[in-house]
């Protein structure tokens, strides 16, 4: 059984055509796909866009969203992070993006309403991929957030190809063992 | 017919974060169209970890205005895609009800009785332009049918997120294999015209959508005597995870397993993302 307002049961109600149970959804969510989504594009007003077109989207393709592949958080951060880079690349390809620089727009590090819980995590993920060798939290951080290809991040670090691949794979896992099971959620 | 090897778990890393170059893309999708348990596991050991890596990015908080506007964005869209499904109930257009039958003057019996033959002829041409009305109601109803089904199938081409989507044959598959199409994920609607696809006697091509967690049949194909086929398919996929369209050689009548291919993949083409 699921509890009234579970993601899940938002979802339910989504695909049913209930837009306020997207209300709830908005409010629970936003912060991390915003905080996504400001990282890649780098500006505040490009990230809002970014947001509208992501809740549109989970509004359009409710029915996509497959329980048994992931949770609610998981899926919206896949689509607004293809938003985001989808916009990022057409922007770098106006040379628009080169001249953004770090997110100066945006509270840091307070977030009203955000859980302790978020924050935690966010810490917890901070301090792992500071642990990793360097070149492999860049590579993950080009990749991710970047929307590099490992071809591209290999130029941009010069470093071959096959290495890099390597770099992503192991960044990847041992994030995993760095940041115990239970503490994501 | 493609061996799992350790380079194929180094591009499921790349397929989470989203970082595949693309002949590696096209690597990959063969290798798990062909069913591949090691890396359908990884991939979803490494899915969570770049979900992890979301986690890392510095907290903001967008304008509380952003909030209104989306909801409210989100609200006319409900409220248009409610309006358009009444209005395609009325689409068809209603034609004007038949006459109830004709008032007839009682005034003498000679123009009773001449009234009666003349209404007796009006009535069978009545009758008859009742006839040809029902076929041309009937008739029209069906090209209204028709065009609304083209409309929906050509508003695949050029909607606004459409993407377009191309084939081309493995080293498992004949050279000239074509397939190109475009895909819509807001409707996940999708065209995909394949040129050269009659399959060798007793085998059948079938088309299925590639995603993290497996391939998904989306039918035989069927193509014409010159080998030809144009699929039209309604439901192409969720969009979150489609990540490419392949073709394996199959059985007639499609694999037994609906959730792999049996045969070689001959043809594959990614979505773009």
């Not at chain 2, 995603?211 to 039209?232: C, E, K, N, Q, T």
Request: charged share 25%; glycine share 8%; net charge negative.
């Amino acid at each position: 059984m699921t509890e009234p307002d579970s993601d899940r049961d938002c979802m339910e109600r989504l695909r049913a055509g209930d837009a306020a149970a997207l209300e709830v959804l908005y409010d629970r969510h936003t912060p991390l796909l915003y905080s996504v989504a400001l990282r890649i594009v780098r500006r505040a007003a490009d990230a809002e866009d970014v947001i509208q077109e992501t809740w549109l989207q989970a509004w359009r393709n409710a029915s996509g969203y497959d329980p048994a592949r992931g949770s609610v958080a998981g899926w919206l951060v896949t689509i607004a992070r293809s938003r985001a880079i989808d916009r990022f690349r057409s922007l770098a390809s106006r040379l628009q993006a080169e001249t953004a620089v770090e997110p100066a727009e945006g509270p840091a590090g307070d977030e009203p309403g955000a859980s302790a819980v978020a924050g935690q995590l966010r810490a917890r993920v901070g301090a792992a991929l500071e642990a990793l060798p360097g070149r492999q939290r860049e590579s993950l951080e080009l990749a991710y957030f970047g929307g590099l290809s490992q071809s591209e991040i290999a130029a941009r670090l010069g470093a071959p190809l096959g290495t890099v691949k390597s770099w992503c794979r192991q960044g990847l896992l041992r994030l995993r063992e760095l940041v115990p099971e239970e503490e994501w959620t | 017919m493609s061996h799992h090897r350790e380079e194929h778990l180094e591009l499921c890393a790349a397929l989470v974060l989203g970082a595949l170059d693309e002949s590696d893309r096209i690597e990959l999708a063969a290798h798990r169209a062909a069913g591949c348990p090691e890396c359908e596991r990884e991939i979803v050991r490494l899915e969570a970890a770049a979900q992890l890596l979301a986690r890392s990015a510095p907290a903001a908080t967008p304008s509380p205005a952003l909030r209104a506007r989306t909801l409210a964005a989100v609200a006319a869209e409900a409220r248009a895609a409610a309006g358009a499904s009444r209005e395609s109930e009325h689409r068809i257009l209603p034609l004007p009800e038949r006459r109830g039958s004709a008032w007839m003057p009682w005034v003498f019996a000679a123009a009773a009785a001449f009234l009666a033959v003349a209404s007796i002829m009006l009535w069978r041409e009545g009758e008859e332009l009742r006839g040809s009305l029902e076929t041309t109601r009937r008739d029209l109803a069906t090209s209204q049918q028709r065009l609304l089904e083209e409309q929906r199938w050509t508003a695949v081409l050029d909607a606004l997120d459409a993407r377009a989507v191309s084939l081309a044959p493995t080293p498992d598959g004949a050279a000239d294999l074509r397939g190109r199409g475009t895909w819509d994920p807001a409707t996940r609607r999708a065209v995909i015209v394949f040129d050269h696809v009659a399959a060798p006697t007793g085998h059948d091509y079938q088309l299925w959508g590639i995603h993290p967690g497996g391939p998904r049949s989306l039918g035989v194909v069927r193509p014409d005597a010159s080998g030809r086929a144009i699929v039209r398919l309604e439901d192409a996929g969720d969009p979150a995870t489609l990540q490419a369209f392949a073709i394996s050689l199959e059985p007639e009548g499609g694999s037994p397993n609906p959730n792999a291919p049996s045969g070689p993949v001959v043809m594959v083409g990614r979505v773009p993302s």
